[in-house]
Every structure is written in structure tokens, then in C-alpha cells.
């Protein structure tokens, strides 16, 4: 068994993380000669299936086991692994590989970095400062860009453990029906601000019970097939709503469905006017933590099954037009009245 | 008849702010030593492994660290702020007859305000950890702002530092010697290595090949102090199991930590110190000791009422500003972290404290530093220059001018805390 890789894009592979770390501390991690998978399933709310393509976050890639596809299946704790992560955004270069260190398999980031500050610099200051022929005590300082710069390697080691192909064969995508509206999301950080702003005004608002978790007001979410987007919390004391108008609602690709588009909900739904509409109830606190992925900047399209589920795909932009999709699922459930 | 008295001025104060957090860190209380020339802080970990007495002829007392920092914390030493402090007196009297021994540390602010604080301490004989120069024949020093770099990379959870040098390379490892299994390997801590070319150093002359080991948090705690400052460490050292001596000054202040190693415990180098030892090492690791001199450079000041004959005071040219922290010359580098911030999660439990904050919490609610302004202003045109004695300022800080008190009628402001909403028949 054998995985070894650069870090083509340390920026993308560190907010991917730090995302993902939001919703849970340990992730499934699925190596293969296609792709990189990262699958999250917490023990209560939004689970992710990211899917991301190789040349996206790694070059130079090479994977051996004795699998088929030459699979590894990883289990990985997500902290850390963005501790190490962030400890390379100076870096010039990083790479990681799958080792064993004292008997316990690691992935072993290994970050080339120039530090800011030579060790000799100081010296130069030390001896300057006192014999100034001007008598003002300017403090000398060095010009942090430059020739100065010196190497240090830093090595971080992540524990993970090996999964067999056994014990994660009965780990599915989950299967949801036909959506009923699908929506193109305005910015995200935008639809962040008002959702946490709109979680606070209600937990604050809220009958006091509020540090219990269950009695959290829902958010309602709700998209029509007419460029519309509805986001509302209500409790006793207030109820309140914000509208997005003009989004697109991307067309079917007739690949993608099993009946003919004319027969699919979402056309049905089009066909009922601006005024149909889906809705899904969910976790404030839960959606703050899903919409963390903004910081990634990619497309997201909501797609609404009506009472039951939202489904988010966060598709990334590729490094280069030919290669496969990077894309990220969220499968978000519907809570009922 | 005080028995020791000083003055700082407002930049020394900030240092002295700065030697007292870091201090803090190690102990939760500080002695303090004081000859004609010299202000000593000192601290020496619970366990004070290998003190020493020494003859007492000098001051000497001991005092709770965060009774200090206290005083000294929130406080501005920034000249341009209305409520900056603009010198410190630290007076104290020993109980001969009616004088109560106490530690007085008056702070002089803008507008006259002065803030007076009486603490206890408690007189005993200094203990200090022994070093060795001689016997340290290895010896190594460094930027404290390459070092304050390395320890960002160290993860939290960590226990030991090994610092090993071979073929031209040193290398820091922060780890644990925890070990886990089954499902906790998971939640094994990062195991961080960062390796230097021995040119990173400005001068390193050491064995190779020897595993010095020492606390990883006692490591962050010095080298968060002496990166606040562009200077240079100076490590010394002889064996593993035997002291390990960090050092470095800067324009009068100087620091030193002595910090017992553990033995070798991984590799072969260091036959003595066996494994047995090195446990026992562990557990009573560290000594800290932090001396600090600096002269009083308060030109203006009148002297205080009575000054100890035993400190000379000289008066120096004005310092240049301090230096700036390394997060600034970082955040030149990193423009994008900050803004990566606002996808985190809200972290609704914490801020939820069963009321929330409006816009506005109201005129009644305004922070302890604009009414103290208001305060300060107010005590201007009254005692013009008299200056006003705030004893144990805190209480007084919050106590209504009186021209607020003309109108009795509870005034219901704009906005104000849900708590406070008034039914117009609740009167």
C-alpha cells in the first residue's frame, strides 16, 4: 500500500478542511487512481459526500494497494489535519504520504517553508542600534521580502487508521427522489449573514428553553421554479422573511433524469406558477455550519424534495477544463412540524 | 518610612505587563527583589526543584501574580489615549509600629486621575534555581522571531519539546509519549517536526547527536515573550537531565529561564540518564526565573515624597517605541486568513447568555471606559488641576454624576436590554 502526492493547492485543500471539519471531527477518506473522496456522516445532522478530482488539490499522485483501482480507504480526524494544513500557507512546497511512524499508520505532511526572519538577522540589529552616529535610535528592521529567506522543513503527522474494504462497503450516497424545485443560491455570504442573523433574533426570542436544542426554531426555506428563494423563522414574538428574486433555475440535462423532463416534479412545479413552492425546515445552527463551504466560492445549487429533504451540490472550479468535476453533496433533512 | 520605592513610566509598565504574563504562566506567584540598580522578577514552578537560599540583604518579597496583573491589565500605555497612564509609583511599607505592610502601586493617569492599589505580600527569602555557566559547554542562540514562528506549528495537546541536532540540522519536535489505541489513535495529537539548517542560527556550537527534552507549553510561554521583542536566544546547556538555560535582553530588560531537561529517552546518545530518571525528571521538570532591569526614565516627574536611599535614579533618553508584534508583519502576509473567518460557524451557545444584545444596550450600559472618560472630564473642571485620588478606583468608576441625577424619572432609552422593557402600567 502506497500513497504519495504533492499538494498542487495548499489555499483550496485547507478551506475544503476547514469546512468540512464545521460538520464533523472524523471523515472517511476514499483514495483512488480517479479521484479523492471525503465523506462525513455525523452522528446527527448534515452529512457530505465530497468528490473531489485529483488534479484539483494534488500532482504528482501516486496510489498502490492491493484493491481494486488501487483503493485506500482512510479514516482521518479533520482537526488536525487543518492544524497541519494552515502550518503550510507559507509554504513553498508541501506533499504528504500514507507512513507508518512507531508502528502507527500516519499521513506525514511533509511543509518546505521559508521563514520570515533569518536567524542572523537580529544580530545586525543588536550591534547597529546603540552606536547610531545621529543619536535618534531608529530600529533598524529587515526587508522580510527577498534574498534573505531561509528553509525550514516542518514535518506534521496525522494518526489515521487504515479502513478494510469490508468495513466500508456498506457506507451509500444516500437515495433521495426526484427534487421537486432546484434554485442556483445567491452569494453565500450573503444567505449566511441572514441565517445566522435570523437564528439569533429567534433563539433570543424564543421561550427560553433555548439551551436545550430541541426547542431552537426551525429555519423554513423555501424555492419556487420562478427565480425565487424564501428564507423565514417564526416564534411566538416575531416572524420574519427575506425574498430573493431573479435566481435561475438551471435547466435538466435529459441525461441526467430517468423519465422525460416533462414528467419530472420540478416541471410540474414550474408549470404551478410563481406561487408553488417547496420547503424544507432545518437546523439554524446545522445550516450556518453547511454554509461555511462559501468560503470555497463555488457554485451551489439547492435542490428542494419538498417536506423531506435539501440537497446542496457545491461544484468547484476545475484547474483545468478537461478533467473530471470536483463537486460536494450535502444531503440536509427535513424536519417535520 | 517605605522601604523601597520606584517609579515606572507608561512604556516600562507595558513591559513590566508583559514579563508578568509570562511569568504567570509558570507560577501563580511572583517574587520580587530589588537592589540599587536592579528590579528582579523571579518565579519558581511548584515543584522548586534545587533552590538556593542567598544572604538577605537585599529586598525581597513575594506576591500573587494575578493580584498584579490586575492592576496593570486593560490599562492603556498608549500616550495618545485620553485615558492613558502617565506613570506608575510603587511605594512599599513594612509593618514597624502603625504602618501596615503593604505593596502601594499608584497609577498616575490623564486628567489628574490617580488609581491607588494596596496589595499584600508576603517578605521571604529569596530561592532561586541554580545554573551552571561553566559546566554548560553547549551553547546555541537564535531570532526570537524565528523561533516565535516555529511554535505556531507546534498543534495543541502536545507534552515534550526534543531538540536534536545532527549533520548540520536542528530539529523541534513537539509530541506526546501518550500512547493511544483502537478509535483513540485518532485523537493522537499532531506530531510536528521542523528541521533548520544550523546557518538559521547565529552561532551554534553543540554536541550533536543529543536529545534535550523540555515542556512544550513552559517552550511557548518563553518564546511568546521574547518574540514581542526582535531579539536574540540564547540557549546553554551541558547534558540531558542537567538544566537547559534560555536567555535573551533587550535595552535593559533581561530574561532568563532555567528549565530542567529530561533525560534521553528515545535514543542511545546519552547512556546515563536512563529511562527510570527521566520519568521522575518529568514530573518535576522546570524552574522559570525571568530578572528584569531597567533604569526609571521619567524625566519630568517630581520625586516621589520619599525616595529610598538605595535607588539611584537615572534619567535616560527617551526610549524608541516598542516593537511591534510579529502578527503585524504576518498580517501583511496573510491578507486572506481574517476574511476566511466569517465562514466559521456562529457559535450560538456561547454567545447566548439568556439576553441579548440590541443595537444599542442604552445610555446606562455605556462601557466602563467612556464613563470613565466622562468621569475624568467632569473631575477636570471641578478639581481643575488638584488631580483626584480614586481609592481602589473600581467602585467609584461606576457612580452617577450628579448632573444625571436631576431627573428622577427612570427615562426609558431608545433601546435597551430585553429584560429592561418597561410595560407603560408596570409603574
Known amino acids: ?337 | 518610612m517605605p522601604i523601597l520605592s520606584f517609579s515606572l513610566n507608561p512604556e516600562s509598565l507595558g513591559r513590566l505587563h508583559d514579563a508578568l504574563v509570562c511569568l504567570g504562566k509558570f507560577s501563580e506567584s511572583v517574587s520580587i527583589e530589588a537592589t540599587h540598580d536592579k528590579l528582579i522578577l523571579y518565579t519558581l514552578n511548584s515543584s522548586k526543584s534545587a533552590p538556593q537560599g542567598r544572604p538577605k540583604e537585599k529586598f525581597n518579597c513575594k506576591i500573587y501574580n494575578k493580584a498584579l496583573l490586575s492592576v496593570f491589565k486593560g490599562r492603556s500605555f498608549d500616550p495618545e489615549k485620553e485615558t492613558a497612564v502617565e506613570r506608575c509609583d510603587v511605594v512599599v511599607e513594612d509593618g514597624e509600629g502603625k504602618t501596615k505592610s503593604r505593596f502601594i502601586i499608584k497609577i498616575i493617569c490623564r486628567h489628574g486621575v490617580l488609581k491607588t492599589y494596596r496589595l499584600t505580600f508576603e517578605s521571604i527569602p529569596a530561592m532561586h534555581a541554580v545554573f551552571s555557566k561553566e559546566s554548560a559547554n553547549n551553547k546555541w542562540s537564535t531570532s526570537s522571531k524565528t523561533l516565535r514562528e516555529f511554535i505556531e506549528y507546534f498543534g495543541p495537546g502536545t507534552e515534550q519539546l526534543d531538540i536534536y541536532a545532527e549533520g548540520g540540522r536542528v530539529s523541534f519536535t513537539s509530541y506526546t509519549e501518550k500512547v493511544m489505541s483502537g478509535n483513540e489513535i485518532l485523537k493522537q495529537p499532531l506530531h510536528t517536526t521542523i528541521a533548520i539548517d544550523i546557518q538559521e542560527f547565529a552561532d551554534f556550537s553543540a554536541e550533536e547527536k543529543l536529545h534535550l527534552v523540555i515542556s512544550v507549553k513552559d517552550f511557548k510561554s518563553i518564546i511568546t515573550h521574547a518574540g514581542l521583542t526582535n531579539t536574540m536566544v540564547k540557549a546553554m546547556y551541558s547534558r540531558p537531565s542537567n538544566p537547559l538555560q534560555l536567555s535573551y535582553g533587550d535595552e535593559g530588560l533581561l530574561s532568563e529561564f532555567i528549565l530542567m531537561t529530561i533525560g534521553d529517552a528515545r535514543g542511545s546518545s546519552a547512556p546515563k540518564a536512563g529511562r527510570a530518571s527521566s520519568k521522575i525528571a518529568s514530573k518535576q521538570p522546570l524552574e522559570a526565573r525571568s530578572s528584569s532591569k531597567r533604569t526609571a526614565s521619567v524625566a519630568e516627574m517630581g520625586p516621589p515624597s520619599a525616595v529610598a536611599p538605595n535607588l539611584s535614579r537615572k534619567v535616560s533618553k527617551p526610549s524608541p517605541p516598542p516593537p511591534q508584534p510579529s502578527i503585524q508583519s504576518n498580517a501583511l502576509f496573510f491578507p486572506e486568513a481574517d476574511d476566511d473567518r466569517r465562514w466559521d460557524p456562529v457559535d450560538h451557545e456561547d454567545e447566548d447568555d439568556g439576553e441579548m444584545l440590541l443595537w444599542d444596550a442604552g445610555a446606562n450600559h455605556a462601557s466602563s471606559g467612556q464613563r470613565l472618560q466622562r468621569l475624568e472630564s467632569q473631575s477636570q473642571s471641578v478639581n481643575s488641576n488638584s488631580g483626584m485620588n480614586v481609592q481602589a478606583a473600581r467602585s467609584n468608576e461606576y457612580e452617577e454624576v450628579p448632573t444625571q441625577r436631576l431627573e428622577p424619572i427612570k427615562q426609558v432609552a431608545p433601546t435597551q436590554r430585553l429584560s429592561e422593557i418597561h410595560g407603560i402600567f408596570d409603574d
Not at chain 1, 67 to 73: A, K, S, V
Not at chain 1, 121 to 135: K, R, W
Not at chain 1, 273 to 300: E, F, N
Open chain 1, 1 to 337: 500500500m502506497r500513497f504519495k502526492t504533492s499538494v498542487r493547492n495548499i489555499n483550496t485543500f485547507t478551506k475544503l478542511t476547514a469546512s468540512l471539519s464545521s460538520l464533523g471531527k472524523v471523515a472517511w477518506v476514499r483514495l483512488d487512481d480517479d479521484n479523492v473522496r471525503f465523506t462525513i456522516i455525523p452522528e446527527s445532522g448534515t452529512q457530505v459526500w465530497a468528490s473531489l478530482s485529483i488534479d484539483s488539490i494534488f500532482e504528482d499522485y501516486t496510489i498502490q494497494s492491493a484493491i481494486e483501482n488501487n483503493t485506500i480507504n482512510l479514516e482521518l480526524p479533520l482537526p488536525p489535519l487543518h492544524r497541519a494544513l494552515k502550518s503550510a500557507f507559507n509554504a513553498s512546497s508541501a506533499s504528504i504520504r500514507l507512513t507508518k511512524k512507531d508502528g502507527v499508520p500516519v499521513l506525514s505532511l511533509t511543509i518546505i517553508t521559508n521563514t520570515i526572519s533569518g536567524g542572523n538577522n537580529a544580530t545586525g540589529f543588536l550591534s547597529s542600534a546603540n552606536d547610531d552616529p545621529f543619536g535618534e535610535n531608529f530600529r533598524e528592521e529587515h526587508l522580510d521580502a527577498g534574498g534573505r529567506d531561509r528553509e525550514a522543513i516542518v514535518t506534521q503527522d496525522i494518526p489515521v487508521r487504515v479502513l478494510t474494504p469490508e468495513s466500508v462497503e456498506g457506507i451509500h450516497e444516500p437515495r433521495v427522489r426526484e427534487p421537486d424545485a432546484h434554485v442556483l443560491l445567491p452569494s453565500l455570504v450573503q444567505l449566511k449573514a441572514v441565517s445566522d442573523r435570523f437564528t439569533k433574533l429567534a433563539m433570543a426570542t424564543g421561550n427560553g428553553t433555548t439551551k436545550s436544542g430541541a426547542a431552537v426554531p426551525k429555519l423554513e426555506l423555501r424555492a419556487n421554479m420562478h427565480g425565487s428563494l424564501k428564507l423565514s423563522i417564526s416564534t411566538d414574538a416575531l416572524n420574519i422573511e427575506s425574498v430573493w428574486t431573479g435566481l435561475e433555475n438551471p435547466e435538466l440535462d435529459p441525461g441526467q433524469v430517468d423519465d422525460a423532463v416533462e414528467e419530472h416534479p420540478s416541471s410540474k412545479l414550474r408549470a404551478e406558477g410563481p406561487d408553488a413552492w417547496s420547503t424544507v425546515r432545518i437546523d439554524g445552527r446545522d445550516w450556518g455550519r453547511v454554509l461555511s463551504v462559501g468560503r470555497l466560492g463555488g457554485r451551489v445549487i439547492a435542490c428542494f424534495v419538498n417536506e423531506h429533504a435539501l440537497i446542496l451540490y457545491v461544484y468547484l472550479a476545475n484547474y483545468d477544463e478537461s478533467g473530471e468535476e470536483s463537486v460536494l453533496t450535502y444531503y440536509i433533512s427535513s424536519f417535520s412540524l
